[in-house]
């Protein structure tokens, strides 16, 4: 089985500082890992996936997260937080399932707060 | 945005009424994923469907059915609803499935409360 745990519920930042949010994860084979961001009473949009061409990644609207086995750890950061990143952010990992499709397991969420 | 709908956006029921809710794409994508997302769990995945007429439970199955008879619709249908279904519910597609690490495109969901 697999899983991720983000581990921290909320976060709060000043507009212009760095951005970390935190994710572990499990599983018994190499992880298919993404980050998804939810603004409030909205879908749910893809940030960024590591499919282990490149264990740092790039994605949408500056964000980057590194991919390092050893710590079993997908961090997501951002340089300089805006106003517009104040979301939930959810660590997924993926699994192939019957018939082709895949699974995804969702961790809890962390919920970002981007300060003046 | 992926061309995905989901129909209601809102819908408010009794304990015991059956409920259907339909997921509509545009994309032509093969796999089909309904979720629900509750606090503190993040989003669960009830059923999917690999193609018209195959569908697979998913971690939280129990007291939901689904349907796909054609490859735009997606039904998700709760026989008697309980009052621990209110929840809302997030319809996903993707296109190549033989991958884990193919991206899911989610629709705008359907909250549902049941009292």
């Known amino acids: 089985a697999q899983s991720v745990t983000q581990l921290d519920s909320h976060v709060s930042v000043s507009e212009g500082t760095p951005v970390l949010l935190r994710c572990n994860y499990s599983?018994?084979?190499?992880?298919?890992l993404f980050w998804y961001v939810q603004h409030p009473n909205k879908g749910l949009q893809l940030l960024l996936k590591?499919?282990?061409?490149?264990?740092l990644v790039k994605g949408i609207n500056g964000f980057e997260a590194e991919f390092k086995k050893s710590e079993t750890s997908f961090h997501l950061t951002k340089p300089s937080a805006h106003m517009s990143d104040a979301a939930e952010y959810f660590c997924?990992?993926?699994?192939?399932?019957?018939?082709?499709?895949?699974?995804?397991?969702f961790g809890t969420g962390t919920q970002l707060k981007v300060e003046l | 945005d992926a061309g995905i709908t989901q129909s209601p956006r809102h819908k408010v029921t009794e304990t015991g009424t059956p409920v259907t809710l339909r997921c509509h794409q545009t994309?032509?994508?093969?796999?089909m994923y309904w979720y629900r997302q509750d606090p503190g769990h993040g989003l669960r995945l009830i059923h999917y469907?690999?193609?018209?007429?195959?569908?697979d439970k998913g971690e939280v199955s129990d007291g939901y059915s689904v349907s796909r008879s054609k490859t735009e619709d997606f039904l998700l249908t709760l026989e008697s609803a309980t009052s621990s279904q209110t929840s809302v519910y997030f319809c996903?597609?993707?296109?190549?499935?033989?991958?884990?690490?193919?991206?899911?495109?989610f629709g705008p969901g359907t909250r549902l409360t049941v009292l």
């Open positions: 997924v990992v993926s699994a192939s399932v019957t018939g082709g499709g895949n699974k995804l397991t």
């Open positions: 590591y499919t282990s061409a490149a264990t």
């Open positions: 469907s690999y193609g018209v007429k195959d569908t």
């Open positions: 996903a597609i993707s296109e190549r499935g033989q991958v884990a690490w193919n991206e899911q495109f």
């Open positions: 599983s018994s084979y190499s992880p298919s």
């Open positions: 994309e032509n994508h093969r796999y």
